[in-house]
């Protein structure tokens, strides 16, 4: 992979297309870069980042080499994500915290992968660095629970244990840009503290009150979680779009950070759901016509699950997750679910041979449906065509 598409790459929302847009921008040197598009103009965070790659292209690039290898390339993504942290969160020693959640994902503690909750609270003054070698045998086993968080200052200098008590954790109304499994540490983020999550599965996870930077199998993102969730809700041209593009958010790095594979297809217009080859999937009682089996009772419970509705507290988000991650697509027309495990007829015009799930998301977009794949790795991309062409967007 070339060093300039490594960093357009970084923002999910920015994507490649022979297609005129407004919001063209270039990315890389003068002499070689790359033209990308997105739809929606940048944040004045995002256009700051974007002149920070293109003002340090060639110093960032000399570091890769003549190999390009996935471990250079990853250096040069850490740096630019440094940077980006630096700009939003000021004031905060991110190279020392970036590289210590780094190595902590190279270590085990009692034969299991290191896990870790940090809350740096920009207010707060410590005392004992938490990344001092001599300290890792006391360190490591804390902060590791869903509910414990270790506070520490600006500076990485330990602060305090905390217990986040099921009474404490933010059950908010409105919509929020993180996973669930995080929600006692992001209810103790603020402007003045931020999160800084290791995950088991080595996934670095940095924010305040919604996902800013990340790292998954060694590749940096970053986020705008607003202008990201308008670019997906400009997908959807239907109604209870915005709704969806809202709640959809969190589901995806849910089941993304569980490893757990899932197709889920935006079907406003029933296209899609006249492909799916398995009929006993379908739970939409104006398609099919109701059965005595498990699936179908099943179906009867979850079909009004909620994906279209503003209120937060009213979805079930948990039960969305598990069905989602059953084989086969979860297909929903706004605010209900009408299949899931279901099957989709492999389009025609399918082209280039693909995996399962990826022929299954490309088919059900040229029927007519809108589809998000997450592979079992935890790779998300949302599918959309631009003047016939399939193009997608690379959340994670």
Request: glycine residues 6%; neutral net charge; charged residues 20%.
């Amino acid at each position: 992979m070339s060093v300039e598409l490594s960093l357009l790459e970084m923002v999910p929302q920015w994507y490649v297309s022979k297609i005129p847009s407004l919001n063209r921008r270039a990315i890389g040197s003068s002499q070689n870069c790359i033209f990308f598009h997105s739809k929606r103009a940048p944040t004045p965070a995002l256009s700051r980042h974007l002149d920070y790659v293109n003002n340090n292209f060639q110093k960032l690039a000399s570091r890769a080499g003549s190999t390009k290898s996935i471990h250079d390339i990853s250096t040069i993504q850490q740096i630019v994500a440094i940077n980006y942290l630096d700009d939003i969160y000021p004031g905060v020693e991110w190279a020392s915290i970036v590289d210590y959640l780094c190595n902590a994902a190279l270590r085990t503690y009692e034969n299991s992968q290191i896990n870790k909750n940090l809350l740096i609270d920009t207010t707060a003054i410590g005392i004992h660095s938490l990344f001092s070698d001599s300290f890792q045998k006391i360190v490591d086993p804390i902060g590791c629970a869903m509910n414990t968080v270790i506070r520490v200052d600006r500076w990485g200098n330990f602060v305090d244990i905390e217990q986040v008590g099921w009474d404490q954790i933010n059950v908010t109304s409105e919509y929020k840009f993180y996973p669930e499994f995080l929600s006692p540490v992001y209810s103790k983020t603020s402007p003045s503290a931020i999160s800084a999550v290791l995950t088991r599965q080595g996934d670095i996870i940095i924010g305040s009150e919604s996902i800013a930077v990340t790292r998954r199998q060694y590749k940096w993102r970053l986020y705008d979680a607003p202008t990201l969730k308008n670019c997906i809700f400009d997908l959807y041209p239907f109604p209870d779009s915005y709704r969806i593009a809202c709640n959809i958010y969190a589901h995806l790095f849910e089941l993304s950070y569980k490893r757990h594979g899932a197709l889920l297809i935006a079907d406003p217009n029933s296209r899609v759901i006249r492909k799916v080859v398995n009929k006993h999937a379908i739970i939409d009682f104006d398609v099919q016509a109701p059965s005595n089996d498990l699936r179908r009772v099943i179906g009867e419970k979850i079909w009004d699950l909620g994906l279209g509705i503003s209120n937060y507290k009213s979805r079930k988000s948990w039960i969305v997750n598990e069905v989602a991650s059953m084989d086969g697509a979860l297909i929903f027309n706004g605010k209900n679910i009408t299949a899931y495990g279901a099957m989709i007829e492999l389009h025609p015009d399918l082209g280039n041979q693909f995996g399962a799930r990826t022929s299954a998301a490309i088919s059900a977009l040229k029927w007519g449906g809108y589809p998000t794949k997450i592979s079992s790795d935890g790779e998300v991309r949302i599918y959309f065509l631009e003047n016939g062409e399939v193009n997608f967007y690379s959340i994670l």
